[in-house]
């Protein structure tokens, strides 16, 4: 089974912090996603990679960066915290072709008070 | 920007009563994908349909892709209450990456 692990599920931070999310998966996936999740609007993309030190913005970029140094491992950092930032963050892997079938991390919900 | 529209958004039934939920775009996918997520965790990849037509059963749930590759269906029979969840679809241009577009999901309970 495909696993993908994130390194917390739930945080809270204070603005202005730096957060560092992790994210590893352990099927030799190329591909890895960030995005986050709100009421209302959906799974919206934050930033994705298709190797390893790649990385392509998504729809959402702004306020956030990533880090891809081995292929398992993908983080996405806020540099600068902001309550607007509050949100469920999920981590997804896929194949590098096929049907791009998108696994799962649990998700970390970050509070940014 | 290709949209998948999802129907019903909020579905509220009965244990037993049967469902469908609808996918669709005005967009062609190669693929179409649907997960469950249940409160608190990430989605889980339920199945993937390839082919115009195509039907695949998973125990009560049945999926179709439309004809033309631009609409799917969900249908639950008898529903259980551990089928309440989010239900998202995902369609897949044939592009890259990151050609995956994600629908806003039906959330689903279903009451005892």
């Known amino acids: 089974d495909v696993k993908v692990t994130q390194s917390s599920r739930y945080l809270v931070k204070r603005t202005g912090e730096k957060v560092f999310l992790e994210c590893v998966q352990d099927?030799?996936?190329?591909?890895m996603f960030w995005y986050r999740q709100d009421p209302g609007l959906g799974l919206r993309l934050i930033y994705f990679?298709?190797?390893?030190?790649?990385?392509e913005k998504g729809d959402i970029p702004e306020g956030y960066s990533v880090s891809r140094e081995k292929k398992e491992r993908f983080s996405l950092i806020l540099e600068s915290a902001s309550t607007n930032q509050t949100s469920m963050y999920l981590c997804?892997?896929?194949?590098?072709?096929?049907?791009?079938?998108?696994?799962f991390g649990p998700g970390t919900r970050l509070t940014v008070t | 920007t290709q949209l998948l529209e999802q129907s019903p958004q909020f579905l509220s039934i009965q244990e037993g009563e049967n469902l469908t939920v609808y996918c669709n775009s005005s967009?062609?996918?190669?693929?179409l994908q649907w997960y469950r997520q249940e409160p608190g965790e990430g989605p889980v990849l339920l199945v993937t349909?390839?082919?115009?037509?195509e039907v695949k059963k998973l125990k009560r749930l049945t999926f179709q892709f439309g004809d033309a590759r631009k609409d799917s269906s969900l249908h639950i029979t008898a529903a259980q209450p551990g089928d309440t969840g989010l239900y998202l679809c995902?369609?897949?241009?044939?592009?890259?990456?990151?050609?995956?577009?994600f629908g806003k999901g039906t959330h689903l309970i279903i009451q005892p």
């Open positions: 349909v390839v082919t115009g037509g």
């Open positions: 099927m030799d996936h190329e591909n």
């Open positions: 990679s298709y190797d390893v030190k790649m990385k």
């Open positions: 967009s062609v996918f190669s693929s």
């Open positions: 997804a892997s896929s194949a590098l072709e096929g049907s791009y079938e998108q696994y």
């Open positions: 995902a369609g897949h241009s044939g592009g890259g990456a990151d050609g995956l577009t």
